[in-house]
T-cell receptor, first 112, second 116 residues
Framework: ELKVEQNPLFLSMQEGKNYTIYCNYS?????LYWYRQDPGKSLESLFVLLSNGAVKQEGRLMASLDTKARLSTLHITAAVHDLSATYFC????????????FGEGTQLTVNP | DGGITQSPKYLFRKEGQNVTLSCEQN?????MYWYRQDPGQGLRLIYY???????QKGDIAEGYSVSREKKESFPLTVTSAQKNPTAFYLC???????????????FGDGTRLSIL
């Protein structure tokens, strides 16, 4: 059974700073996803990572995947207030009906 | 525009009452999913369906029921057996049930359920 753990769960940072959110998973995952959720809203897909060494970037966010370490990271560069949200990683195992297993989420607050 | 529509946005349940949450998608996706989110927590899978007329229990199915009579629709009933139903319920769909294509799950806007 796939288990996904994120850390930190809460992150408060200043604008302009860099930081990384970590996502560890317990068993082989066929895909690794990152989602963003604004308060009271639904989930927005950010990245899909498929293979070892995969790196994807969108604006100030960059996601990477190390399948050997069972670790994905979401790196935030020069944070701005608009990035304040909760970020979830989720793993997918194809043999289990393509169900997603979510981490607990990292609540990011970017302060001016 | 294609998407997932959940209704109602807010729902109140009385003691002993069953309530049904609607989820409709026009994305022509095969698979559909129901998640529950409690405040400050991640998403937990309630039920999922890979094809019409078939569905499987997720991690927290007790007190819930679903049906999948049409490809576009996957309603969730919260029964009176679910003693703590207050939560944010999210419906999602994905293009295929085997994860063969690289597409994320798409989510609806959610239904917030509370007890009266």
């Amino acid at each position: 059974e796939l288990k996904v753990e994120q850390n930190p769960l809460f992150l408060s940072m200043q604008e302009g700073k860099n930081y990384t959110i970590y996502c560890n998973y317990s068993t082989t995952s066929d895909r690794l996803y990152w989602y963003r959720q604004d308060p009271g809203k639904s989930l927005e897909s950010l990245f899909v990572l498929l293979s070892n060494g995969a790196v994807k970037q969108e604006g100030r966010l960059m996601a990477s995947l190390d399948t050997k370490a069972r670790l994905s990271t979401l790196h935030i560069t020069a944070a701005v207030h608009d990035l304040s949200a909760t970020y979830f990683c989720a793993g997918l195992v194809k043999t289990s009906g393509s169900r997603l297993t979510f981490g607990e989420g990292t609540q990011l607050t970017v302060n001016p | 525009d294609g998407g997932i529509t959940q209704s109602p946005k807010y729902l109140f349940r009385k003691e002993g009452q069953n309530v049904t949450l609607s989820c409709e998608q026009n994305l022509n996706h095969d698979a559909m999913y129901w998640y529950r989110q409690d405040p400050g927590q991640g998403l937990r899978l309630i039920y999922y369906s890979q094809i019409v007329n078939d569905f499987q229990k997720g991690d927290i199915a007790e007190g819930y029921s679903v049906s999948r009579e049409k490809k576009e629709s996957f309603p969730l009933t919260v029964t009176s057996a679910q003693k703590n139903p207050t939560a944010f319920y999210l419906c999602a769909s994905s293009i295929d049930s085997r994860g063969a294509r690289v597409q994320p799950q798409h989510f609806g806007d959610g239904t917030r359920l509370s007890i009266l």
